[in-house]
């Protein structure tokens, strides 16, 4: 096979991936919160434990 078969058949499998991506990325944000998990809030002595420093919710209760 040419060298340029290989450089298509690499574009082609890195679309596909880009597009897997997107698609469920996509289909993940249209995911309806489940049923009795709409109103959880965040227990703060837990938050307070917990070791890792780049979690969303732990520099959420920071800030308030």
């Given at each position: 096979?040419?060298?340029?078969?290989?450089?298509?058949?690499?574009?082609?499998?890195?679309?596909?991936?880009?597009?897997?991506?997107?698609?469920?990325?996509?289909?993940?944000?249209k995911?309806?919160?489940?049923?009795?998990?709409?109103?959880?809030?965040?227990?703060?002595?837990k938050?307070?434990?917990?070791?890792?420093?780049?979690?969303?919710?732990?520099?959420?209760?920071?800030?308030?």
């Open positions: 096979m040419p060298s340029y078969g290989y450089l298509i058949i690499a574009i082609i499998i890195l679309i596909a991936l880009l597009v897997i991506f997107v698609v469920s990325f996509v289909l993940y944000k995911t309806p919160v489940p049923k009795g998990c709409e109103d959880i809030l965040i227990d703060d002595e938050c307070s434990s917990c070791q890792n420093n780049e979690c969303r919710f732990k520099h959420r209760n920071e800030k308030e």
